[in-house]
Every structure is written in structure tokens, then in C-alpha cells.
């Protein structure tokens, strides 16, 4: 049973694109519908994580308001982050799915029971998971894996029911 998604943000909860202001503010964009999603993930009792390369104050903020408390930005070996928070969580393997995008997200991909990339991921990464998503990242690609998992675990009802 999943009890863990691992999220990337740049390129699987975003679409990739970093846009500086003349400030030196950095835009992302996150999809709502990935947010609620993640949202209704964690009220099913099930738990989220974001593990990425970069560090940004607006993955903190989105991080918190979707209620992931796992998160870790500026990670160089996203695998080895994964598998402490395996131990922290007193999980396995088996309990994870991961989405990734590029090759910083190979690694932990290829331990994980389900792997997922967005539509737009890089070619390697393709090759490597276990399902493509028909969404690109930042536009629906952690939503429908959500989907995709909640079928899988026979959870429709559950999820459903969050919401009517």
C-alpha cells in the first residue's frame, strides 16, 4: 500500500519555468487542482513529501499551506533524502511513489514501487518509470497521479467522500 508521494517541484508540480522580476523575485506557478489533490491525499491519512535541488521561500509557503511537512529543498542526492525519510517514517519501498521529471529525480525513481513522470519529462526519465502521465508538469501531473493511485488502492470512495 502507498502511504508516501514524493514530489519534485520544478517541472512535475510546476512546469519548469523559473521567471526572475527586476527585484530579484522569483514566479512560480502551481496548478490548484495538483494542490487539492495533495490535499485530499493527506486527509485520506496518507502522507506528502517534496524533496528538490533548488531552494525557493515560495515552495516553503505552497508546502505549507497544502500541509506537507516533509520538505526539502536544496538536496543534491534526492535518493538518499528519500530513504531518510523512509526511516524517519518507518516505511518501505513498497510504500512510496515518487514523480520526477529530470535526470536530478533518476535515482530515487528507480527505488521507488511507483514511479511517475509528467507528459514533458526529460527522454531518460521516460524510459525509467513505470507510467507516463498524459499531463505536463505544473499543469495536472501530480493530480492525476494522485488519481492514478487512488484506483490503485481502491480508495475512490474514500476520496470521493472527502468532498461531498
Not at 502507498?2 to 523575485?25: A, F, K, M, S
Amino acid at each position: 500500500m502507498i502511504e508516501l508521494i514524493v514530489l519534485d517541484v520544478d517541472g512535475c508540480l510546476t512546469d519548469g519555468r523559473i521567471i526572475y522580476t527586476q527585484n530579484d523575485n522569483e514566479i512560480k506557478a502551481f496548478d490548484v487542482k495538483d494542490g487539492l489533490g495533495i490535499a485530499s491525499w493527506i486527509k485520506l491519512g496518507k502522507n506528502a513529501a517534496i524533496i528538490t535541488g533548488r531552494k525557493s521561500k515560495i515552495v516553503q509557503r505552497r508546502a505549507n499551506e497544502l500541509g506537507i511537512y516533509h520538505i526539502y529543498q536544496g538536496v543534491k542526492d534526492k535518493k538518499q533524502k528519500l530513504l531518510e525519510i523512509l526511516q524517519k517514517e518507518n516505511l518501505e519501498l513498497e510504500n512510496i511513489a515518487v514523480i520526477g521529471d529530470d535526470l536530478n529525480d533518476y535515482q530515487m525513481l528507480k527505488v521507488a514501487k511507483r514511479s511517475f513522470c509528467p507528459k514533458d519529462a526529460a527522454l531518460f526519465i521516460k524510459e525509467s518509470v513505470d507510467s507516463i502521465l498524459t499531463k505536463n508538469g505544473g499543469k495536472g501531473a501530480v493530480r492525476e497521479m494522485i488519481e492514478i493511485l487512488i484506483d490503485e488502492e481502491n480508495l475512490k470512495e474514500e476520496f470521493l467522500k472527502l468532498w461531498l
